[in-house]
């Protein structure tokens, strides 16, 4: 019986930035079915070294509710890359106590919980959630 030769695994990188995570997926062989990122200067990037990339230019709130239209589109995702801001939790950028700053909203400290939807929406094997400790 001959072995089949293994398919590539299917992934989304979410928070793709320039692409940096993305060219290494692509190096070990992943196939990125689409790369999502709100940053102009990063979605620009991506599209001139990605040429046949798919990429939403939007907010990662707005993909995940537009999910399911785009889904049969997409195909089989397999793995989910996950690299989700950090500046409302790193230690680095703690803010003083009594500061202006202390009181104003923290605007993607939620963002690290929509992983958890989008692996259910996509049902993928296996998902990559890089980021800073303190955050769960």
């Known amino acids: 019986k001959r ?19 993305l060219q290494g997926y692509h190096n070990a062989a992943f196939h990125t079915v689409m790369a999502v990122e709100k940053d102009r200067d990063s979605v620009r990037t991506l599209r001139a070294n990605n040429k046949d990339l798919k990429v939403y230019d939007g907010c990662i709130r707005t993909f995940s ?6 889904a049969l589109a997409l195909g089989r995702i397999d793995h989910i890359h996950f690299s989700s801001p950090c500046q409302d939790f790193s230690m680095a950028n703690r803010k003083v106590a009594n500061s202006a700053e202390e009181n104003e909203p923290r605007e993607r400290a939620d963002l690290s919980l929509l992983l958890v939807d989008l692996i259910r929406k996509t049902a993928c094997d296996t998902a990559v959630f890089e980021n800073v400790v303190g955050i769960w």
């Not at 072995?3 to 995570?21: M, Q, V, Y």
């Not at 509710?65 to 785009?70: I, L």
Request: aromatic residues 8%; without cysteine; glycine residues 12%.
């Open 3 to 21: 072995l089949r030769r293994r398919e590539k695994i299917r992934s989304l990188e979410l928070f793709a930035g320039a692409g940096g995570s």
């Open 65 to 70: 509710q537009d999910f399911a239209k785009m």
